[in-house]
């Protein structure tokens, strides 16, 4: 393992604390960094810790309340760091653990939290418990800590079981033995580089107890845990009896994921939490079939919160909207939690060349679509998402306006997904282009040494530097909608919305005095005018106590 480790910094009671307000996290917006697409600060094309913390002061000034880093530890990079070589080391492209103690503290002196992800499901191969599995061989007890089992069929030729990766292809890859053998088969629900702990053995939870204080130490404010809905397997690991499961994905309890088990973990690990000052949270990752079920990973005694992808994968639609708007406040109201409203994230296609394509393409698109519809619709969605209850999720990039690059040549593509043939499509390279923050440079301002995918043509017109100051530019809503959400009390935390009378394809809704209304259709409709415009992603005009809403467009009104 790294040698890092010594370079750990003091404990947490020596490192400053974020000034804040109780339950801090319950209407929170948190953004999102891709750390090797966000900033470079030493020329090597790709992002680090470094070009991170340079680059605080614009996410304070822009208005959110934390940020969440996507893996940074050691790692082979088989699946851009979440297949993890050692939790407790900075991989070297990223920088060092003092690097990291220095974002931390910075962070926390301009009233920034930060959240760092964990993957508890699986490790890289590269890992030292796997590495000495393979080398010690079948009946070792480093093969108890994952999931090795012999494989069926005469010579034991065929996988254990018939479970399919999620990146495509069989979730089993043979061995070969240290005697030069075929031998045991072990589990992996992503790529073969990365095999899932077995979580039934003590050791396993064991690690990531400390694990888990070794970052609270370090002062981190909480952990976004990648894959929260993995980890336990039903007992026995039976058989799907289907060959297009991933078609079951989402719909269904598997035998691999979102098993119950699951929460005796999660029960563990919030008495951990809970030991630490300042509010520390956990963010589960958890696709489940239902939010209903979402809901059990936030009951009291365990998550913070967990990621609403219902809500991200509906369409524009008014109808879709309130119903799984009320659905989730519903199933979030009995366990006392916050509900969480993400329209981007690292895995799927931005929202804004989703929503420039017609509905029913899924969250993983390589069309480009009508680019002004597209982003006509994303700044009203955003609107529409600030306005409502609980926390919000932005995804770097997203507050430029920035479209999916769609059209990256294959020999430039890293998501293992692409070379797997069949499972999830393989295009998550589109929206991890890292940002562009000038309109010139080599790499628009990312760095003075290019980028690890290649910017698109014009990507400087999207820059923080072309869109500062700019009137209607889309930095400047997401800038107006954050310091609006600050100042107005009715807006962020609570559980509940009154749907007020609309026309067709008009979600339109009441908090105390604040009213938001988004016309999800392409044309205009008349509303009442309900106070004062506080904020709109369109041209509103308003005449004699009603207001024309544009197509596509979202209203804030106060009454106060």
Request: glycine share 10%; net charge negative.
């Amino acid at each position: 393992m790294s040698q890092q480790h010594s370079a750990a910094p003091v404990p947490t009671s020596a490192v400053a604390t974020v000034a804040g307000r109780h339950d801090w996290w319950r209407d929170a917006v948190i953004y999102q960094v891709y750390p090797r697409s966000f900033a470079d600060s030493n020329g090597d094309g790709m992002g680090d810790l470094e070009g991170v913390r340079t680059r605080l002061p614009y996410l304070r000034d822009l208005g959110v309340d934390a940020v969440w880093l996507s893996p940074f530890y050691a790692s082979p990079q088989a699946d851009a760091g979440y297949d993890v070589a050692d939790y407790r080391a900075v991989d070297p492209m990223f920088g060092t653990l003092l690097d990291a103690d220095a974002l931390i503290r910075d962070a926390h002196a301009l009233d920034l939290r930060i959240i760092v992800d964990l993957v508890p499901n699986h490790s890289s191969d590269q890992y030292e418990w796997f590495r000495r599995a393979l080398a010690e061989g079948p009946g070792s007890p480093s093969r108890d800590r994952y999931h090795f089992h012999p494989g069926k069929g005469e010579n034991g030729e065929l996988p254990p079981n018939d479970w399919e990766s999620i990146f495509g292809g069989p979730a089993w890859t043979r061995v070969t033995e240290p005697d030069g053998t075929p031998g045991e088969w072990y589990l992996h629900l992503f790529a073969p580089e990365q095999p899932d702990f077995n979580w039934e053995h003590p050791a396993v939870g064991d690690e990531f107890r400390s694990i888990l204080r070794f970052w609270l130490d370090m002062g981190v404010d909480g952990f976004r845990i990648d894959v929260a809905h993995g980890m336990v397997k039903a007992e026995g690991l039976p058989d799907l009896g289907s060959h297009e499961q991933l078609k079951l994905l989402g719909n269904d309890v598997m035998p691999f994921f979102d098993q119950d088990g699951v929460h005796d973990i999660y029960r563990q690990w919030r008495l951990i939490l809970d030991e630490y000052s300042g509010e520390r949270i956990f963010v589960a990752e958890a696709w489940t079939p239902t939010v209903e079920r979402t809901a059990n990973y936030v009951r009291p005694d365990e998550l913070h919160q967990a990621f609403n992808f219902q809500y991200l994968g509906t369409h524009w639609d008014a109808e879709e909207l309130r119903t799984v708007i009320d659905r989730t406040l519903d199933a979030m109201r009995p366990v006392g939690a916050p509900a969480t409203w993400v329209l981007s994230n690292h895995d799927v296609t931005r929202h804004a060349t989703r929503f420039a394509n017609p509905a029913g393409l899924g969250t993983q698109i390589r069309l480009a679509g009508d680019r002004a519809l597209g982003l006509r619709r994303a700044r009203a969605a955003t609107l529409l998402m600030l306005a409502l209850p609980g926390s919000a999720y932005v995804y770097q990039g997203e507050e430029l306006g920035l479209p999916d690059v769609v059209d990256l040549p294959d020999e430039v593509r890293q998501d293992p997904a692409y070379f797997r043939g069949a499972g999830q499509d393989g295009f998550r390279d589109g929206c991890r282009v890292p940002i562009p923050w000038t309109r010139t440079g080599s790499s628009y301002g990312f760095g003075d040494g290019g980028s690890w995918l290649p910017q698109p043509t014009g990507w400087g017109e999207l820059s923080v530097e072309a869109q500062t100051g700019e009137p209607g530019s889309t930095l400047e809503l997401y800038r107006a909608a954050l310091a609006t959400r600050r100042e107005q009390t009715d807006l962020g935390a609570g559980d509940a919305v009154e749907w007020l009378r609309a026309p067709e394809g008009v979600v339109a809704f009441r908090r105390g005095e604040f009213v938001c209304v988004a016309n999800t259709t392409g044309e205009s409709v008349p509303m009442p005018a309900y106070g004062r415009v506080l904020l709109a992603s369109g041209e509103v005009t308003e005449a004699a106590g009603e207001a024309k809403v544009p197509a596509d467009t979202t209203v804030w009104w106060t009454r106060a």
